[in-house]
């Protein structure tokens, strides 16, 4: 249960003794008081008891269908780090702690008109090489969407992984700065025919100074109705202000469609400008035919 809600007061004290800001963002977690509609829940930690209101209609306990109701007990629903030549195919993922689908030095994995959904950090992590995301549906995460990264930057191993017609939102619902649809990275790898859309933040993020990104491909994503609670990103974010950011070259992106990239209500300060794509210094990136509004 978030609650999240607009500061108007100065003198709105934390438990600090701090104020929060006028129109500043703050959240109120896990609160008895607030435990005032169904599908609501609230853990007493010292007593080890959870109260849980149920969804209008469903009845006492006895009535509900196996399945109807779910405790998330396992950090990943499914990991698959160091595997090799796996296919995960027509798989319905949701529910873990941390992260749906999980692996890190994956080779020749695929992810296949999967669903994944309902997790509290990422939906979707691969890093490795030749492997990649397709054809799938990842929504409703805490943190970010899918992060397809491989390759190494500053001997130019190429990882070759992709992530290629996914449908991807409703993102950041609990971290809601810096937890992209997309975050990307490394070498020679492929992010084409996505619809990322529905972030407060960034809807792609990467390369720069956090990621690396050397001759990776963008073509034909769609990115709607991003950076509604920030006004200092850019809905594709890339970063180059350390050093090593400037080894980020041959990266392209063309036949992008990006819509609805504004500030909503509760942003402290007015928008300073900054446009659906945003790179606030040149780390590589050759841009082509692509539109904004």
Not at 39 to 68: C, H, M, N, R, T
Not at 136 to 145: A, E, F, K, L, Q
Not at 190 to 208: F, K
Request: aromatic fraction near 8%.
């Amino acid at each position: 249960m978030i609650n999240v809600t607009v500061a108007t007061n100065l003198q709105n004290p934390r438990e600090d003794g701090g104020s929060i800001k006028p129109g500043a963002r703050f959240y109120g977690v896990n609160l008895l008081c607030e435990l005032d509609a169904p599908s609501e829940y609230y853990i007493d930690d010292e007593e080890g008891v959870l109260y849980f209101w149920p969804p209008k209609g469903a009845g006492s306990p006895a009535q509900w269908e196996a399945g109807a109701c779910g405790v998330s007990a396992n950090d990943t629903a499914v990991n698959v780090s160091s595997a090799r030549h796996i296919v995960l195919r027509g798989l319905t993922v949701s529910g873990a702690v941390h992260t749906g689908i999980e692996g890190s030095g994956v080779d020749s994995v695929l992810v296949d008109n999967c669903t994944v959904s309902g997790h509290g950090r990422h939906g979707i992590v691969l890093d490795g090489r030749n492997s990649g995301v397709t054809n799938s549906h990842v929504h409703s995460v805490g943190g970010s969407g899918m992060r397809i990264t491989g390759g190494e930057a500053i001997t130019l191993t190429a990882g070759k992984m992709f992530a290629t017609d996914n449908h991807v939102h409703h993102v950041g619902l609990w971290k809601r700065t810096y937890q992209p649809a997309l975050f990307w990275g490394g070498v020679q790898n492929r992010y084409i025919g996505n619809v990322l859309e529905d972030g407060p933040a960034m809807l792609i993020w990467g390369g720069g100074n956090v990621a690396d990104g050397v001759e990776c491909i963008f073509d034909g994503n769609t990115v709607n109705r991003g950076v509604t609670e920030t006004c200092d990103q850019g809905s594709f974010h890339t970063c180059g202000q350390s050093g090593q950011a400037f080894i980020n070259r041959g990266n392209v992106m063309r036949n992008g469609l990006f819509t609805h990239i504004q500030p909503g209500d509760g942003v402290i300060y007015p928008p300073r400008g900054l446009p659906a794509i945003c790179s606030p210094i040149t780390v590589g990136f050759y841009m082509v035919r692509f539109n904004t509004f």
